[in-house]
């Protein structure tokens, strides 16, 4: 449907505020959980338009819009759902993408329970606006009508950076940077652009078709990617330097952290990093693939985030009969995306909560045959804020299985900053920055997992954001750059055309 044949928003009545607060969060549509769980298709079939214009009645247009503070990259959140319900859906879609240059992976993979909608006022008396939800909708048809939304070719600038890495990063700072008329390489350590999005998250959650077309963009708006190409051992850094105007390193963290428990080097344990990338990136479940990988039967993943989930749903559709998570806190504390557990549920995925891995176990060939854990309880909170898990002596049990997955977290990888001797490093080894993303080298920025460690997606973005805008500041000769203080949320203006009443084409 084009904006043009929407249904005419004035035939459909206004609400009041009472009204509005009676009006339910609708339910995202989704496959159904028995089907799901053995094939890779998107779990969340995204807002039909009418459940879409439904749900953003439910906005209440406060005149504090704390969502856009809860917001990383600050989102004009209750414009675009203003126009939204105007039926102005492309306007929708010009202001989504003003403010967040991936809203089709973020609609679809921030934890909006934890930023936007846990500030949704809404939130406090009942159920938030569903922002995650709109926010996918529109993001989904602008990117369904792409041709339709005009792209005037900035004038070139002259000036040229290098961009290390293809992450959410990268992208964000090379199409900010591209949208100024910069000239701009990506290079990227693997043979196809994107990130975690590409080769962490599966197909079942964000459809690479998704991220592929946000590429593509980026190549038609003139970004270079250059591919198969390790900074660190193609080229040094150094070398970037003296080859461009400015540097964006966005290398993110994905060297994995292991249990260091006996037995952790049997045949039949993955990182969950590996897992995920050989089946993701490289295709592992196809019977020809040059990079299989097992198809376990009874597959035991370590950990409770986002990673663990995927790589846990993963072996699921790859026909594990038995995929538990062993988790060492318990079901409060788990950090992945509350959405990610209830889907991993639904699919048949066992949790052993207050669990940990003290040993792996394998047979005389070395494979694995199982996993030693011991009872946790949870004692005073640690420095995260969560209740740190102690052991319980005595209490150790065994899961019998034939591949483990650890996901316990990832670190940075050395490989680049070992060979940029100039280039300030933590005592953890992520790149130091200032407050505009520079680093220690003069005309090198940086931003993403590798300054903040193991992040999400949206603060890379903001990251690649406000680096962008750094860099051009300072391909322009102004240093330090003028920043521009966030508007405080009474200020906060909606900036299309002034609201009509307030419209809705069905209640419950
Ligand atoms: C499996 C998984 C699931 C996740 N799920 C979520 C989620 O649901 N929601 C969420 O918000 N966050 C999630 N995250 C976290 C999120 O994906 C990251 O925080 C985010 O991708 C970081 O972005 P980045 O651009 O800094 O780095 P990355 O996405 O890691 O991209 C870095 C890129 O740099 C390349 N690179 C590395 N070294 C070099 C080098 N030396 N030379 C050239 N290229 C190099 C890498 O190959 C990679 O393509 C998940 C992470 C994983 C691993």
Redesign the pocket.
Known sequence: MTADERPNPEERPTLTQKERMKLQRVAMPEQDAAARAVNFGEVNLGLTEELAILEAERCLMCPKPYCIDGCPVRVNIPNFIKLLREGDIKGAAASLSDDNALPCV?GR???QESQCEKACLRAKTGQSVAIGYLERYVADWANRHADEIARSPAARTGKSVGI????????TAAGELAKKGHDVTI????HA??????????EF?LPKDIVKSEVDRLVDAGVKIEAN??????YTLPELRDRFDAVFI?????LPVFMNVPGENYKGVYS??EY?TRVNLMGAWLQDADTPVLHGQRVVVVGG???AM??VRTARRLGAESATIVYRRSRDELP??AE?VHHAEGEGVIFEYLAAPTEVIGDEDRWVTGVRCIRMELGEPDDSGRRRPEPIEGSEFEIPCDMLVVAIG?RS?P??TQTAPDLEVSKWGYIVTDDHGMTSMPGVFA????V?G???????MG??KTAAASIDSYLNGVWPPVVEEPPAPAEHKARAKPAPAATVTART
């Open positions: 973020t993979v921030c934890p290390v890495g293809s992450g959410p990063a990268g992208l290079f990227e350590a693997f652009p994107g990130g975690v999005l590409i080769y962490g998250i599966p959650r190409a390790i900074i660190g051992k193609t966005a290398v993110g963290a994905g969950a990093n995920l985030g986002n990673v995927d790589a992945a995306r990610e990832t990888n490989l680049l931003g993403g997992d590798i903040r193991a992040a999400t997606v949206i603060l890379a990251d690649g």
